[in-house]
């Protein structure tokens, strides 16, 4: 996702923040600019806020005591550099994990409940489904596995695609070409690339004759589809 920085707004930038303080995230949770002083904060969320950072600092104490109790050794030193406190940083992946049953829909900004939520399957990646349940409990660690297993199909989606579009470029190729030995020079361009449109007007023509619904096959979609199909055969 590209993002400037210099022009997102204090929700946008600290879910680009490597490491986050509690009282920073606290603040954000409840629509506050994480920097805000705490004598600024209105009277009427310093309650929450205040809630929030309780929270944090057990939850967060407790994923400590499990990662020690481990021997987790490398791990607290990359989540907690320092002791568990609402100054101390840390790592930003287990902190918004934490946060994931604070956020209220009605107050937490869409930018910090959305980093939230993509927080969860690092996480259960990264660190396991003890780690996260600590975070969450039960419902992130559901979230963190149905998320894994849409990126996977969608993966599969994706390299399935790309086949489709593979073979779609062979066979346009291959049909220009054999086409062309009749010295017909529509088929292939002077770059040595087939031409989209007698490939198209074959498409028509075939499903016309054979009662084929024109539904998906208009002009605009097939030029389109042969047209990454015969790029496709460029790439790796």
């Given at each position: 996702m590209d993002f400037n920085f210099s022009k997102?707004?204090?929700?946008?930038?600290?879910?680009?923040y490597p490491q986050i303080e509690i009282k920073e995230m606290a603040r954000v949770l409840a629509s506050l600019?994480?920097?805000?002083r705490s004598d600024q904060i209105p009277?009427?969320?310093?309650?929450?806020?205040?809630?929030?950072?309780?929270?944090?600092?057990?939850?967060?104490?407790?994923?400590?005591n499990l990662l020690s109790s481990n021997g987790k050794n490398k791990e607290l030193n990359l989540i907690y550099p320092k002791e568990v406190a609402t100054n101390s940083p840390i790592e930003a992946n287990i902190l918004f994990s934490s946060c994931f049953i604070l956020i209220e829909k009605d107050l937490t900004p869409k930018p910090i409940q959305d980093r939230c939520l993509s927080a969860l399957p690092i996480v259960f990646k990264k660190y396991g489904e003890a780690v996260l349940n600590y975070c969450g409990g039960e419902q992130a660690i559901d979230i963190a596995k149905n998320s894994i297993k849409g990126k996977r199909g969608e993966h599969k989606k994706q390299e399935e695609n790309a086949s489709l579009y593979k073979i779609i470029g062979i066979l346009s190729s291959h049909i220009a070409k054999e086409r062309a030995k009749s010295g017909?020079?529509?088929?292939?361009?002077?770059?040595?690339?087939?031409?989209?449109?007698?490939?198209y007007q074959l498409i028509q023509n075939y499903a016309r004759d054979n009662q084929i619904t024109p539904k998906g096959i208009g002009k605009s979609t097939c030029y389109e589809k042969i047209k990454l199909a015969i790029l496709s055969l460029n790439d790796d």
């Open positions: 997102g707004d204090a929700f946008e930038r600290i879910t680009h600019d994480p920097n805000i009277p009427e969320k310093s309650a929450i806020v205040n809630e929030y950072n309780t929270y944090l600092v057990r939850v967060n104490r407790m994923i400590y017909s020079s529509k088929w292939i361009k002077n770059s040595g690339l087939p031409s989209i449109d007698p490939i």
